[in-house]
């Protein structure tokens, strides 16, 4: 099928998509912006707009692409976080598949403007088939609209290829990465963190906070580092590549690129039981309270361990390629292509006077 993908966000994951839809027989067009942190060069398949939506010289690159759109003849049209009104006319070229990752915001700092609540809502009622990433926000968005809600497994925006080498050194140190924002848990991390430099278990190891963002700064116990800063993934990933755990350990969470980051990589992901996080886990280490510090204390314990941390990060890696990889995804969003293509096939011809 010939796919038009409207990602002006997701651009990193709608590449890996993208690609595996490509070698599953697709044929794909993007069409995104450069709002993404990581900063990529343009591909091939690649339409870049700006996203100033009151600058009118953005308006003729704009009508191009739309027209190349149109031309492209797509069989299905994926909109994801998609909230620019410009750019309906293109999810209007074949039956709409609307992304919808989060079903609420994570915290007051994610909270989007009417306008945009507004064109997402309008593409989600109006949209030919709803595709969410995990069960648990499929839920509430078919009890929200009234709708069925396809899931499609979220995989790591990150390509296989692009994987740091295994380290030859024994595994250390645990990571806290993306963007600090209040939903991530830091103060109940720091407070199991420093039970955990105080016992017994503790191995030598550092609790790194890799990430800007909004949170305030908070009073770090010993062998914490936080580098606040905006990172590309070629800064970060030998980090996570050799720790002993990443946490994902949330106070609200529908899924998490963090987790399924992490498993790809091999690496043990604590996480809560908040949202769609338990259902990305591996039975071998299952969620805890989002207010569980001593049983967060006891997992820092269990995974000092560098035998045990691998042994865990290699049973992640193996669920991550059975559950959540971008051939798996792939394969789910072909069954909602196929369903949204027979539809169209079947409704009837216009009739002609």
Sequence with gaps: MRVLWLSPWLRTLTRVQVDALT???????????????EKVAARPDERVLDPAIKDP??????ARVTAEARRFRPDVVVSELMHDPRWLPMTRLAPLVQVVHDDRPHDATEERPWHRRAVLDHQTR??????????HVAAVL??????RVDVVPLTSDVPEAALPPVPSVERRDFVLLGRMSPYKNVGVALEAWAAHVASPEYRGDRLLLLGNGPLESVRLP????????HFAYADVLPDLARAKG???????????????LSMQLGIPTIVS??????EFCPPSLPPLGVDDVAGLTRVFGRLAVPAVAAELGAAAREHYLAHFSAARAAEAWTRVFARVGTRRAAAPAPSVT
């Excluded at 070698?23 to 942190?37: P, R, S």
């Excluded at 078919?142 to 709708?147: D, I, T, V, W």
């Excluded at 990443?246 to 399924?260: C, F, I, K, N, P």
Aim: proline share 6%; charged share 20%.
């Design 142 to 147: 078919s009890a929200r609209f009234g709708r």
């Design 57 to 62: 010289r953005t308006l003729p690159p704009l």
């Design 246 to 260: 990443s946490l994902a350990h949330y106070r609200l969470a529908t899924q998490s690129g963090v987790q399924v």
């Design 222 to 229: 010993e062998h914490v580092e936080w580098r606040r800063e």
């Design 23 to 37: 070698a599953a027989g697709h044929e794909c067009l993007v069409v995104t912006t450069d709002q993404h942190y």
């Design 126 to 135: 109006s949209a030919a088939a709803v595709v969410a990433p995990s069960a």
């Design 273 to 278: 039981d908040s949202g769609g996080l338990p």
